[in-house]
């Protein structure tokens, strides 16, 4: 019985030791038969990242951090992942947070996949060497969530400070303000589409006016093609041009007959001048005329003549026998 205890004691310790040694196998990603390889990236800082921590490609495990290392000129950080694990053609190496817990892993991504932070390539010093790149740590993020939201107190502490009743009073009228100044707009808006209701009318009315004058316009130079193909528009130049040349043959009578009353008009104007050169001797008792004319004695002598003659005619007229005597036989 005690024997037996002892070899149920074995077994179970054995099979402890089996899954122990299974179980360490799983978590390293270790397969029975299977390949692997190394990949080294170069990174400045890894973070929260530990050897033993998960890689992956497209989110799927391929693998673990095997090791981390100081280099010259940053982190060397070793990745054993499986041989068959398709990795990008461009690769690049991203540790990054995996939970809030604080755990990390590595994933190889296609260097600038969208999201992603810019690896330092600078690092980089061989080929077989790839990029990598240190997403922002959460606790770095928390940090960072902190200080906003201390700014953000801040910020509404001021507005209320600022905001206080006078302020809130202010807000109402300039809505108020603002809902009248809108109401007036629609108002001014349904005024000026009656106007621009009207402007739409006489646009069409000009439009047909135009349209009309130009089936006018087309009549019209339809009949100056009629008149042009038959002839008649020669016949109205060739008139034209036989009343160009009366109205030129007119245009050089009218000439001459110019020419010849201003030779009258200066003969006329000669012999007035001389009239009132005459006129004036007259007055000034120059000649006969002018001494008849300024002769008192003169003109009563003829002005008794006149009386007489005057009354020889009267005694005519009443006596012509006496004067005249008439026989037939």
């Known amino acids: 019985m005690k024997r037996r205890d002892e070899i149920v004691t074995g077994a179970f310790v054995l099979l402890g030791i089996a899954v122990i040694v299974a179980g360490g196998l799983w978590l390293s990603q270790n397969r029975w038969g299977g390949d692997f390889r190394t990949i080294r990236a170069r990174v400045r800082s890894v973070g929260q990242l530990r050897a033993g921590n998960v890689v992956t490609v497209r989110g799927v495990e391929v693998g673990r951090v095997q090791d981390i290392a100081f280099a010259d000129s940053g982190v060397d950080v070793v990745l054993r992942v499986r041989a068959d694990a398709p990795l990008p053609s461009d690769p690049e190496v991203l540790l990054r947070p995996r939970s809030l817990f604080g755990e990390w892993g590595a994933a190889i991504v296609a ?17 077989s060497v790839l990029p990598g790149a240190t997403a922002t740590d959460f606790a770095q993020l928390s940090d960072y969530t902190a200080q906003i939201a201390e700014n953000l107190r801040t910020i509404t502490d001021r507005v209320q400070v600022a905001f206080n009743a006078q302020t809130a009073a202010n807000l109402a009228h300039s809505i108020d303000n603002f809902e009248k100044a809108s109401s007036d707009l629609v108002d001014l808006l349904g005024r ?12 069409a009315a000009a439009g047909r006016m135009a349209r009309q004058a130009s089936a006018d ?24 041009q036989s009343t160009s040349h009366s109205m030129s043959d007119v245009a050089t009578q009218l000439q001459t007959t110019s020419r010849n009353v201003n030779a009258t008009v200066t003969r006329a104007d000669s012999l007035l001048t001389s009239f009132q050169s005459l006129v004036g001797g007259v007055n000034r008792g120059e000649g006969s005329l002018g001494q008849i004319a300024r002769d008192p004695a003169l003109y009563e002598n003829l002005s008794s003549t006149l009386v007489e003659l005057r009354a020889l005619l009267d005694e005519l007229k009443r006596n012509p026998g006496k004067y005249f005597k008439f026989s037939i036989f």
């Open 192 to 203: 000026q589409r009656e106007s621009f209701g009207g402007f739409a009318e006489d646009i």
């Open 217 to 240: 316009l087309d009549s019209t130079l339809s009949r100056l093609e009629e008149a042009t193909s038959g002839g008649q528009l020669q016949d109205i130049f060739a008139d034209v």
């Open 111 to 127: 260097r600038g996949a969208s999201g992603t932070p810019t690896p330092d390539t600078s690092l980089v010093t061989s080929d």
